[in-house]
C-alpha cells in the first residue's frame, strides 16, 4: 500500500493505493469525519461486481448508505443527470451530513465531483476509482465536469475529493481496451515527466502489465504522485503548469470530438494526439526522429493505435480542434516535448504544420 | 464614494459605494482585466431604466457586450434558468475571455454567481446591485445559489465576485417596499454588530431614508463593511462566525417558506425573525424587555410588520424551520443577542419555547 498526500492547505488529501483497499474502504472514510450518511453514485456493472463488497465495508462501520445507479456512457455527465441526483440526494438527506462516494471511472467521477461541488455550496466527496484511467488520471486533482452539447467539459468547479481510494485488485476485471487506454495517460505521464517509468514501461510492455497486481500498484503510486505534484503547484489551472497534463490532448480532443466519441475512446485518442504531438516536436527540431520511433513502438507494443482511421475527415478533427475550450488568446496551443520527461508549451502553431501532420498520420 | 476591500488573498476584491457609478462602470471593470466579452444578466424592467447607461458606458470602453433578460420572479431561480444562460453564453463565447455581469437584485445576483462559478470551471463576474438588499447583504460574500422545489438555496457555491458597484443613485426607482426589504436587513447589521448606525437608524427612521444619496451611501457602506469583516474571518460559513449574519433568518426563512413566498417578501419575514429572536432572547432572560420594546419600535417606524398575519398556519412554520438546510447534527440553532452589537448562539431551543413565541406574535 502507498499513500501520496496532495498538500492543498486546508483541502489537502490522501491518495490510497493498493490491492483490496475496497474491504477497508468504512475505515479509511470514517476517519475523514465526513458524516454518517453516504450517497454512492455508481453504474450497474459496478455495482454487480463490487456493490456487495462496499456496501459490507461501509455498514460495517455504521455508514447509512444508498447506492445510485447511473448509465454507463458519457451521456450520464449531463446537467440533466446532475439534477436528477440532487434531487435524489435531497430526499436522502434528512438534515444529516451526506456525502458522496464516487465509484466508478471518469464519467462517474467527474459527474459526482460536480454534484458534490454544487449541493448545498459543497459536500464532502470520496473517489474510489474503478478503472485504470480514473487512478491515474481523472480521479486526481478536483476537476469536476459535465458535457453540453456544445462541447465536452463546458461546464464544472474545482472542487477536491477529501480522499482517493484506488483499489488496483478492482482493474483485474477490466477489459485489455479499457487497460489500453489508461495505459495511454500513463505513457503520457511517463513522457512529461518520468524518464523511469518510461523505461519501465518499455520493458514490461510486452504483455503481462494486466494481471500483475505490484506492477499495476507501481504504475498508479507513479502516475499518482505526478499528478499531485502538478495539481500543488497549479490547481486551478492558471498558472500554465497544469497545462502539461494536456500534451497529447489538444488533438486526441479534437480526434475524440471528429469520431463522435465512437469511433476512439479516451486513451485511443489521447495515444494519437500524442504521437501528433511527437511529429510536430520533431518538425520543429525539439526531438530527433529516432527517440518519435521509439516512443511510437511503445505505443504500438500496447496496443493502441498509432495511425487515425480514414473514415475520420481530417477537416472536421481541424474544426473541433478550433472549438477546444482552452484557448483564449492564442490561435493554439501544444504541449511538445524536448526529451522524455521534458516539456516545452509552443502557441499558434501554423495551420498547415498541424493539416501536414494530421496527412502523415492517415 | 467609498471602497470597502473584502481581503480573501488571491480572491480579494472592492466594494464600490458611491452615487453615479454606473456611468464609470466600464472604467472601473477595464481595470481588472477580466476580457473584453461582457455578458449582462439582468431582467426587462431594469434594463428598461438604466439598460443604455450601463450599455453606453461598457462600449465607450471597448467592450462587447450582451444582455440577458430573465424573468422577474424568484423562480428564475432555478437549474432550468442556469441551463438556458450557460447555453445561451457558450453561442456567445467564441472563445474569448467572457465574463458576467449580475445588474439587478439578489435573484440576479445569485443566479449570475452560479452560472459564473460553473461555466468552464469558473468565469470571472462582476456585481452591480440595484437593490438595497442586494447592496447591503446578497451581492456581497461570493454565496451563489439557485432554487429546488425540495428548498430554496439547496444548490450553489462559494465564489467570489471580482468587484462589487453599489451605485446608491439606483435605488431612488425602488418603491417604499423594496427599502423596506433592505431596512430589515440594514437593521440585522445593526443589531448584530453596530450601535452607531443603531442610533443613526432611530434617528432618522422617521421618513426621509429613501430621497437622501448621503444617507443611503452611508447605511451601504456601514453594512457592506461588516459583511465584508464576517466574510473575510469565515468565507466558507464553517468555523460558526459567518452563522450571525443568520440573525432573525432562522425563524424569518421559516415565515418566508410558510407563506409560500407570496405573502412576506424576504425583508419582511426577516423583520418576523429579529422580532422573535428577540423575543426568544428575552425569554432566556440575555435581553431587557425595553430594549426589545425599543428594537420593535423601530422595525415598526420603518414600516416593517412586527405580528405575524393570522392567515399563515404557526404548524406551517414549525414544518419549514425544521427541513432549513443549516441545521447538521442540532435540532436548531439560534442566533439570540445580548444586547446590540453582541451576538449569542443557541442551540437545541426547546419546540415548546418556539410554538409560544410564535402563538404570542399573531
Known amino acids: 500500500m502507498k499513500v501520496i498526500k496532495v498538500n492543498l492547505k486546508e483541502r489537502s488529501y490522501n491518495i490510497v493505493i493498493g490491492s483490496g483497499l475496497l474491504q477497508s474502504a468504512g475505515r479509511f472514510i470514517r476517519g475523514l469525519n465526513l458524516g454518517r450518511a453516504a450517497y454512492i453514485i455508481t453504474n450497474a456493472s459496478i455495482y454487480a461486481k463490487y456493490g456487495r ?35 435524489d440526494i435531497a430526499l436522502f438527506d434528512h438534515n444529516r451530513r451526506v456525502f458522496i462516494i464516487a465509484f466508478g471511472g ?55 475529493p477529501r480522499i482517493v481510494l484506488s483499489d488496483v485488485s478492482l482493474l483485474k476485471t477490466l477489459d485489455s481496451r479499457q487497460i489500453k487506454t489508461g495505459l495511454a495517460e500513463v505513457v503520457k505521464y511517463a513522457l512529461i515527466k518520468d524518464r523511469k517509468l518510461f523505461d519501465y ?9 494486466k494481471s500483475n497486481g505490484k506492477l499495476l500498484e ?26 502539461i497534463l494536456n500534451f497529447g490532448h489538444t488533438l486526441g480532443h479534437a480526434i475524440e470530438a471528429a469520431s463522435g466519441y ?19 516536436s520533431e518538425k520543429l527540431g525539439l ?45 493554439n496551443r501544444f504541449v511538445l516535448i524536448m526529451g522524455i520527461g521534458k516539456t516545452k508549451i509552443v502557441e499558434n502553431i501554423p495551420l498547415q504544420v498541424i493539416k501536414k501532420t494530421l496527412a502523415a498520420r492517415t
Open 218 to 243: 507501481f504504475i498508479v503510486a507513479r502516475c499518482a504522485a505526478i499528478k499531485a505534484k502538478v495539481v500543488e503547484a497549479d490547481e486551478k489551472d492558471t498558472k500554465g503548469i497544469r497545462m
Open 106 to 160: 471518469g464519467v462517474i467521477g467527474d459527474l459526482s465531483g460536480f454534484v458534490a461541488s454544487i449541493y448545498k455550496r459543497g459536500i464532502a466527496y470520496v473517489q474510489i476509482p474503478t478503472t485504470l484511467l480514473a487512478q491515474v488520471d481523472s480521479a486526481i486533482g478536483g476537476k469536476t465536469a459535465v458535457d453540453l452539447t456544445e462541447g465536452k467539459n463546458l461546464v464544472g468547479t474545482f472542487y477536491q
Open 53 to 87: 463488497q462496499l456496501s459490507h465495508a461501509l455498514k460495517a462501520c455504521g455508514f447509512d448508505l444508498k447506492f445510485k445507479l447511473i448509465a454507463d456512457s458519457e451521456k450520464s455527465k449531463s446537467l440533466k443527470t446532475a439534477y436528477a441526483i440532487i434531487k
Open 287 to 331: 526531438i530527433k526522429p529516432h527517440l518519435a520511433e521509439r516512443i511510437e513502438l511503445l505505443i504500438r507494443a500496447i496496443g493502441l493505435p498509432v495511425k487515425i482511421a480514414k473514415k475520420i475527415p481530417l477537416s472536421r478533427i481541424i474544426r473541433a480542434h478550433y472549438r477546444d475550450k482552452k484557448f483564449s488568446g492564442a490561435r
Open 262 to 280: 465512437k469511433g476512439y475512446n479516451h486513451g485511443e485518442a489521447v495515444a494519437l494526439g500524442m504521437l501528433l504531438a511527437l511529429d510536430i
Open 201 to 209: 514501461l518499455e520493458i514490461n510492455s510486452r504483455g503481462g502489465l
